[in-house]
């Protein structure tokens, strides 16, 4: 009598599951057969009116059953869901190229990009960064660095003054070695610096020049380093920065606060050589200067323009772009 | 400096090869080459030529009409736009037909209708010299014979090569032809020697007609004199002409140009004067009383301080300004027949600080003021002027007057192998020192470790005023001749790790947000205008001062960011620009601290949203301080913030301590700057907030039990500050407070007048356990009662 029942109501279970067409649709199925007052369920009162022989055996073929009607549940659940997921995903559709705009990010300005890229590869040289004042005295700008009052070096670094104290001994400083000597009046060798930072020249701004623009400088003190030293050093330098193949030279030429003293090229892809900057052997009167001796240690040190590396790489015709703040030059980088 | 390699030749022979090749040879001894040029070549179809007639153009002021005699006789028609040519005169002249060097070719044209059959020719377009004002003049009227020869011939010009050097300001000697060759024969390692000159001498001895007396020994190290006869003043042989002209002089007269020509060969400054003008012939050589007056070759008066040097007659007059100009009173004119040559070595610091305050710079004083040649330089240059000044009639008298002051004495003469290898980096031995400063002049001997090195007289920068000084510059001759480029690199290293300092990597870290949320950075110059200070409220007179400004525009140094960046903003509204969003890290200058010489110079960090209000510059703020950690960030609102919006702007203070301004530029600045909409603008002294304390954060475990969120909101007087509200909340919710949020803020109906409401999302939780509805009710009513007491705010 039961298994008769059973196997009816596991047929029509089946039916319905398989006609079940969403899943609400197959959850209501599955509450009449399986659930706690479904129609199984309710077989399983009928149980205790019979002998124990019989009901062992009718309760191992109802569990069966229901089992058997839960795995379809969940087998056609499955399918159900997979389609409706399917369905919902094709409801979504968004035509990705209708994007009107993209999240607004700042652009740093050519000038930090070149320069944190310069500390970066110092840093990883063993140096560290120094700064300073950008309105210095005729101590820190010319006079600390061996460019005594008179000397005709002097002129040529067009030095913008200002109006404190006596005359030309205050002034916008025309190169960021006086922050050289402030590291070496404070701090005891060894001292590896590099010293970025905005300097000033009484050049009237043109496509190629401005009255403000910066420089790194490179402070090395130490037991015993020279001029080979100096070319390893800016050799290594420029590798990391310009790429391995770029070579470097050194050449003869004069500066009051180095001897000896050299500008140094880097090589060209065509195989002519660029000048880069200046660079030289600390003169003992600097060490002197700042309380070093000069027979303990011997520096070097070297310079260059930063503005001028990001005019070169991205081929500026006009080097006023970097001061004249025009966002459609800014966001282009 | 430039140099011709003929004349390099004259004084090495040896000197000789691949143009180029020499040129890198200059260059890697210090002599850099900006330019090289071959000279007389290319000058096929430029002829000598007569200037026949001149007359206007009839439709155009700017060129005449010319008529050349250009070889066959007959006047050729040209249009040229130089004015500088006299009938008679010899020109170069390119026939139609030419290519220029430049690459020009020459036709025949038509200028405002009238012919033109050729061109007229400055210096500079036949590749000689500097002076392309005016057609070139020849001056030679012997050369009217070869009219109509090519230029070359009628000029005596050969192909030859010009260098145009770099010559640093330490080398006293490479500021002639001799001394560039003496550096290149050395690198070279071919001889080089001054040629002998041989000058007939008549008349009476120098000394009976000239007496010098130097009052200043440490102004003038040597002074001497001879004494030239029969001198006329007329035109210098061509081939004097074409060598000054080359080198960038412009022939003037016979002595002018011998006088430039042996100050190019042998580095070494003359002067001549009018015996005749000069009493009993009698010099003194001193310092100028302060005051003392004196007129200059070039027609001023210049008085003098006690600094300048003077040469002065037997009355005490000035008549030449040492080393820098001659006077007016003793000048050569076309009637001088008797002159006095004087050569002589001066203090360069004298000579230096007398042309910086005159601003009198010359090729003789540029010399002087570097270091001249005190010693034998002086008799050969001599001997060359007497040459050359014979060959044009001048009769040379007998003796030299020659007095001695101080010349620099060399005090310091041994230098360590082992220290100058060390300067170097290289491993030279004693001998090969020896040679190399043989080589550019420097005696030297060895013994040991130890050379003893005597400087010549021509390099006087490599003395040096200490034992150090003098090792470094020896150092550098060696080097130098040695080759920089064959030092073996090496990389020297620290002992301690590279790194940044705690302060710029903050400031990375600031940059790196602010470029997150969409802040471009801009680097405006720190100049400003006069006014632009008073015009963001700040006092003008804070603002110092540049003495000597590009542009009255660029002539004060900024107290603050605000103005630069606002012309930074309304110069990209007036290019009809996107909206800007600007971040500034950058120097301000504040007037000197009492009893400092500098600024009170600071690290500031400005942004301005263009078209923002002051909330966005708050939430800038917010940002900032989570990202360093910044404690205790309020914003106090105090009357009359320079600048900015009188009920929109708030002062910041950090720990206490203020340290910027934060809310909405005053619309009247906004308008002075020409800026439209309204701009959020945040200034922090960066400096001082992260030198200050900051970057602390403390590790709280993250709960584990549920968290309760409850939403109050409260009715609070206009006047009293949601940051007010916000502590009291804070304090009487004590620890089990873990977040608390400003959610709304809303004035209108329904709140009372002069309020609004402020709504409060708290989150309370605590680490060890569940919090009962009891303590949830019991933390709610002491804040409502705290905020009650506290802000007078009820709960809505």
Known sequence: MLGVELASLVERASTEISAASDLETLAEVERTFVGKKGELVALKKTLGGLEPEERKAAGQALNEAMGQVAGQVNERRSVLAASAEAAQLAGERLDLTEVMSDMQRGHAHLVTQARDRLEDVFVGMGFTVAEGPEVESAWYNFEALNIPEWHPARGSFDTIFVELGEPEQVMLRSHTSPVQIRTMETEKPPIYIVAPGRTFRTDTADATHLPAFNQIEGLVVDRGVGLGDLAGTIESFVGAFFGHEVKTRLRPSYFPFTEPSAEFDISTPDGGWLELGGCGVVHPNVLANCGIDPEEFQGFAFGFGIDRLAVMRYQLDDIRELVNNDVRFLRQF | ?796
């Open chain 2, 1 to 796: 400096m430039k140099v011709l390699l003929s004349w390099l030749q004259e004084f090495a022979p040896g000197i000789d090869g691949d143009p180029v090749e020499l040129g890198e040879k200059l260059s890697a001894l210090g002599l850099a080459v900006e330019e090289m040029t071959i000279t007389g070549q290319g000058l096929d179809g430029i002829v000598l030529a007569k200037v026949l007639e001149l007359s206007p153009h009839p439709d155009a002021d700017k060129i005449q009409i010319v008529q050349v005699d250009s070889g066959d006789g007959q006047p050729l028609q040209v249009c040229c736009g130089a004015f500088n040519m006299t009938v008679g005169d010899l020109i170069p002249f390119a026939t139609v037909g030419t290519t220029m060097p430049n690459g020009m070719e020459i036709g025949v044209r038509k200028m405002r209708g009238q012919e033109s059959n050729g061109m007229c020719c400055s210096a500079t377009e036949i590749g000689l010299g500097d002076d392309a004002d005016g057609i070139m003049l020849l001056t030679d009227k012997a050369a009217e014979s070869l009219i109509g020869q090519p230029i070359t011939t009628a000029l005596g010009m050969e192909t030859d090569v010009l260098y145009d050097l770099e010559v640093n300001a330490n080398r006293p000697d490479a500021m002639s032809v001799a001394g560039v060759a003496r550096d290149l024969a050395a690198a070279l390692g071919v001889p080089f020697a001054f040629p002998e000159r041989t000058v007939e001498r008549t008349g009476d001895d120098a000394s009976s007609q000239a007496t010098v007396e130097i009052i200043d020994p440490d102004l003038c190290g040597r002074f001497t004199a001879r004494v030239l006869q029969n001198v006329t003043v007329g035109e210098s042989p061509m081939w004097i002409q074409n060598r000054l002209t080359a080198l960038g002089m412009r022939p003037i007269n016979s002595v002018v140009d011998i006088s430039n020509y042996v100050m190019l060969e042998y580095g070494q400054p003359n002067h001549v004067f009018d015996l005749d003008t000069v009493p009993n012939g009698h010099l003194q050589v001193r310092r100028a009383a302060d005051g003392e007056t004196m007129v200059t070759l070039d027609e001023a008066e210049r008085t003098l301080i006690s600094r300048d040097g003077v040469i002065a007659n037997e009355s005490g007059d000035a008549i030449s300004l040492a080393g820098v100009m001659g006077g007016l009173s003793t000048e050569v004119t076309d009637s001088t027949t008797n002159v006095l040559l004087e050569m002589a070595w001066w203090d360069p610091p004298s000579i230096s600080r007398t042309v910086k305050r005159l601003n009198l710079p010359s090729e003789a004083s540029t010399r002087f003021r570097r270091g001249a040649d005190w010693g034998d330089n002086i008799d050969r240059a001599m001997d060359r002027f007497c040459e050359l000044i014979a060959e044009t009639g001048a009769t040379i008298c007998p003796g030299q007057i020659d007095v001695p002051g101080n010349t620099p004495a060399q005090e310091h003469n041994t230098v360590r192998v082992a220290k100058i290898n060390s300067v170097l980096g290289t491993e030279l031995d004693a001998a090969t020192m020896v040679s190399h400063l043989g080589a550019l002049g420097f005696e030297s001997s060895a013994s040991g470790d130890t050379l003893t090195v005597s400087v010549p007289s021509y390099r006087w920068d490599s003395i040096g005023s200490n034992a150090a000084e003098f090792e470094h510059n020896i150092a550098e001759e060696i080097g130098r001749l040695h080759g920089y480029e064959v030092i073996t690199k090496t990389v020297p290293k620290g002992e301690q790790a590279g790194h940044l300092s705690e302060y710029q990597s903050d400031r990375r870290a600031v940059r790196a947000v602010l470029l997150g949320m969409g802040c471009d950075e801009i680097q405006p110059m720190p100049f400003l205008a006069p006014g632009d200070l008073a015009l963001v409220g700040l006092d003008d007179d804070d603002g110092v001062r540049l003495s000597n400004p590009l542009d009255a525009s660029e002539s004060v140094l900024r107290t603050s960011l605000l103005p630069g960046q606002l012309k930074s903003i309304a110069y990209n509204q007036s290019h009809r620009n996107p909206p800007v969003r600007f971040f500034e890290i950058g120097h301000v200058f504040m007037p000197p601290k009492e009893g400092d010489l500098l600024p009170d110079e600071r690290e500031f960090l400005g942004i301005a949203i263009a078209g923002a209000e002051a909330p966005a510059a708050v939430e800038v703020l917010n940002t900032l301080a989570s990202v360093l950690a910044l404690p205790n960030v309020q914003v106090r609102n105090p009357d009359n913030l320079p600048g900015m919006h009188p009920t929109r702007s708030a002062e910041v203070v950090i720990a206490g301590r203020p340290r910027g301004v934060v809310g909405e530029v005053a619309p009247s600045v906004l308008r002075e700057y020409g800026v439209e909409g309204r701009v959020a603008w945040l200034q922090l002294d960066l400096g001082e907030v992260l030198g200050g304390p900051h970057g602390k954060r403390n590790y709280t475990p993250v709960s584990k039990f549920p968290s309760s969120d409850m939403d109050l909101a409260f009715s609070i007087p206009n006047d009293t500050g949601a940051d007010k509200v916000r502590n009291t909340i804070s304090k009487a919710a004590g620890k089990l407070l873990v977040d608390l949020d400003l959610v709304d803020v809303y004035r209108g109906e329904g709140v009372e007048d002069g309020h609004r409401s402020l709504a409060f999302r708290l989150r309370l939780q605590a680490n060890d356990r569940t919090l009962s509805d009891d303590e949830i009710t019991t933390t709610r009513e002491a804040v409502i009662a705290a905020v009650q007491k506290t802000n007078k705010g009820q709960l809505r």
